[in-house]
Structure formats: C-alpha cells, structure tokens
C-alpha cells in the first residue's frame, strides 16, 4: 500500500450539482471519505477528518502563494484567463472602457450595479467634495525627506487617514463606510499628487472641483504658475481609461492584502493601507517599470532580435509579457494600446521607446518560443508609456495604479464585511523547526 491518497469523482458536473462529491481512499489507513464538491471546489475544513489517530491533527493542504486556492466568494470580478475575459459585475472590460466613466465604474463595482443618474450625480457630488484633505497632512508630508519615493509617501498618508476619521472604526455603519469610501476616491489623488510635488520639492497644489475627477488629478500634478490648468481632453480621458483598466482584478496580492488585514475588523482606511503596502512591491505594482527600464536598456529597435535572441537562453527577461492569470492576450492590453498614439499627439511628444516597443511586440507574436508559452503582452506593456508621455516619472507609475485600484480595494473590503462566512485570516503552517531544544546560557554558548 503507498503512502498517499487517492480520490475519485462522482456526479456529472461539479459546478453545477451541489451534491457532487469526492471519494477520497487513504492509502495510509485503507479508510474513505466522502467530501462535497460546490462550484468546483472542497472545503479545506473537510479534509481534516481525514487522520491516521485519534489524536491526529487531520490532513491540510500546502498552497504557497494560494495558487490554487480560493479564499473567498466575490460577485466583483470575473476574469477567464484562458480566454481574456475580464468583467467587472458581469459588464466586458471593453464596454467598460469605451461607454462609461471611473467613477461610474467604481460605483458600480461598490455597490453592485451601475447608478441611475441621480445616484451618479450624488456619487460624483459628493466624491468631489471631499477632494480637498486636513492641513496637518501638508505637515505630514513635510516630514518626509526630499528624495523619499512617492509610494512611501502614499502608504502612510493613506494609514494616518484613520486618525482624522476615527470614527471610521465603526465598520458596522452603513453611513461611516459610506463615507470611507467617498473619502479614500476622493482624496487619495490629492495625497497622490502631493507626494509627486514633494518629491520634486514643488508646492503642492490644492483640487480645482470644477475639472473632472482625471482632470483635477492631472492638475494638481502638473500645474505650475498658470492662472489654471486646462487639462488636454485627450490626456483626460486616456488617464480616465486607465483608472478603469486598473480599478481591480479579483484575488491579487493587493485585494488579499486588504482582505486579510479588513478580516482584523480594523478601520477601512488601515485595511486600504495594506493594499497600497502589497501594490508597492516590484512583483506586484512595479511591472510597468520594469518594462520601461527594458525598453530603455534595448535602446533601439535594431537591438529588438538580439535582445529577444537573449530571453530565449535566460539572459534576458521579457517583462510585459504573460501574467499568471491571463494565458491569452490581456484585454486591458487591446484597449490601452490603442490610446499611445493619441497621447503621444496630444504630448506633441516622440517617445523612442514606443517603436521599440512595437517591433517587440510584432517579432515576439511571430515566434513560436513565446506563443507556445503564452506569453502575450498585457497591460503593464503599454501603460507605462502613457505614463512616460505624459512626463509621470517611474517612481510615480505605482502610485497611480493605487488610485485606481482603491475602488477595487473598497470594494472587496465592502465584500468582505457582507460576507457571512468571513472569519479572521489565520493561515496554517508545516512547521520546520526543532523540537523539544533546551535553552543554553550564555555562558555556554
């Protein structure tokens, strides 16, 4: 007999019959178990009976980084990476992208279903309004060193929230969360903004509430002594189709860090905190960095074959391309290729990289190397061009995937409060450790 165990499946599809089961066979004992299937999954929870003694702690599962785990129920997201689909509550990401608004689109992805007009017109009033944030946060900021990277900056603003709206805590009242999430769209832009001007030792400049929610954003980012700063409609709205095309993506590192830390029952602003936390990390929020700084190191599209030539013996690393989700083309990538022309134009600006990054694109497309890997370009490709046209530096290209992805953190954290089988996050362990270890004095050791 080996070591191990053995299932087999019954009924005719596990994703529709509630019923459905596996028969799991410890190897170990000879015992069987019967353990229910619902929505193609079983309960971690229900292996435990599985044991070899009474006093058997019973069987786990292993699944470093949750690869094949499912630690939820969401009704925001909905993405078939074989495919490249992605929805939000149901709508195509293209629907999305060409018909609607970010705060429309945040809106929807909240509350469950896009605002008729008076709840839109509600929405962006009240969004607008609370643009503007405390004094004593221009004092915060001042804190900071010149050179301190503008996503730091962000990641404690956002936290130091919480104590100007303490009452916030009450995650139990529908107007208090109400409010946290007017206030987190509203004014993480405006911390957003005043950590792109300290970094550059700029005075910061306050919301102008007259300019959409992208144009007020590109204004305090970029105006300078103008009387006011008339944002180019098409940087407005290429800008605006980004925050959509960022606004979430179901269970990433980010949207399970603002779970894992809202399971606490800590304050939104904190649990929106942690997101920025996880987004801040290079795997996560810094991959349109990395594309630049390869663009930038190819250095011109006759170096493209060579440099392609060199991912193919593992000297080089394509960045832009694949994701562990999508083994498909990234249908964020269609949409937003589309704009860096346009914001190229509107820039009246000649980005070296962009031609680069064409030929890239075309070559790796044609060779079989990449496409039997499915490796297709996704969003982080494109965008930080649009980034790079626009005269957002790198050290700013995370900070504006956070604004976007707020709403989609509010939204899980929302999801989360309503869930009723939420528990705290309390991960399992195998431990490796010693055992039974003496302690040594000092004298000794």
Not at 134 to 157: R, Y
Request: glycine share 8%; net charge negative.
């Amino acid at each position: 007999m080996t070591d191990g165990l053995q299932s087999t499946g019954s009924g005719a599809d596990s994703t529709t019959e509630s019923n459905d089961s596996l028969t799991i066979t410890d190897n170990r004992t000879g015992k069987s178990y019967d353990v229910e299937v619902t929505d193609g999954t079983v309960r971690a929870m229900d292996l435990r009976q599985i044991k070899v003694s009474e006093d058997d702690f019973g069987m786990m599962t292993y699944d470093p980084g949750f690869t094949n785990t499912a630690a939820c129920r969401s009704a925001v997201t909905y993405i078939d990476g074989d495919a490249g689909i992605l929805e939000h509550r149901g709508i195509p990401i293209e629907q999305l992208c060409e018909h609607s608004t970010y705060l429309e689109v945040a809106y929807m992805i909240i509350f469950g279903s896009l605002p008729n007009q008076e709840q839109y017109d509600q929405w962006a009033h009240d969004i607008t309004h609370h643009t503007y944030v405390h004094e004593n946060i221009k004092e915060h900021m001042g804190s900071f060193w010149h050179d301190a990277h503008p996503m730091g900056m962000l990641l404690s603003s956002v936290g130091a929230l919480s104590t100007f709206y303490p009452d916030a805590a009450n995650i139990d009242d529908e107007r208090e969360r109400y409010m946290a999430a007017v206030r987190l769209i509203a004014k993480i832009p405006t911390l957003a903004a005043f950590s792109y001007r300290r970094s550059l030792g700029l005075p910061y400049v306050y919301p102008d509430n007259d300019l959409s929610y992208a144009g007020n954003f590109l204004s305090m980012l970029f105006k300078m002594a103008e009387p006011r700063y008339e944002p180019d409609p098409r940087l407005e709205r290429a800008l605006d189709k980004l925050f959509i095309l960022h606004a979430d993506h179901e269970q990433n590192c980010s949207a399970a860090a603002v779970r894992v830390a809202g399971s606490s029952r800590v304050d939104p602003y904190s649990a929106i905190g942690a997101g920025v936390a996880g987004l801040y990390g290079p795997l996560h929020g810094g991959a349109n960095v990395a594309v630049l700084r390869m663009l930038q190191r190819i250095g011109s599209v006759e170096n493209v074959p060579d440099f392609l030539e060199g991912v193919k013996r593992g000297d080089e690393r394509l960045m832009g391309f694949g994701h562990r989700v999508y083994k498909n083309y990234d249908p964020r990538a269609r949409i937003i290729r589309d704009d860096v022309d346009e914001v190229l134009e509107a820039t009246n600006k000649q980005s070296p990289w962009l031609d680069i990054a064409i030929e890239l694109e075309k070559r790796a497309l044609d060779d079989e190397y990449f496409t039997s890997r499915k490796l297709y370009p996704n969003v982080d490709f494109y965008s930080g061009l649009i980034y790079e046209a626009m005269g957002i530096p790198t050290d700013m290209f995370t900070v504006m995937f956070a604004v976007a992805r707020t709403s989609g953190w509010i939204a899980q954290w929302t999801e989360l409060l309503n869930d009723s089988e939420m528990k705290i996050a309390r991960p399992r362990q195998i431990y490796t450790g010693a055992r039974d270890a003496d302690y040594v004095p000092m004298s000794k050791r």
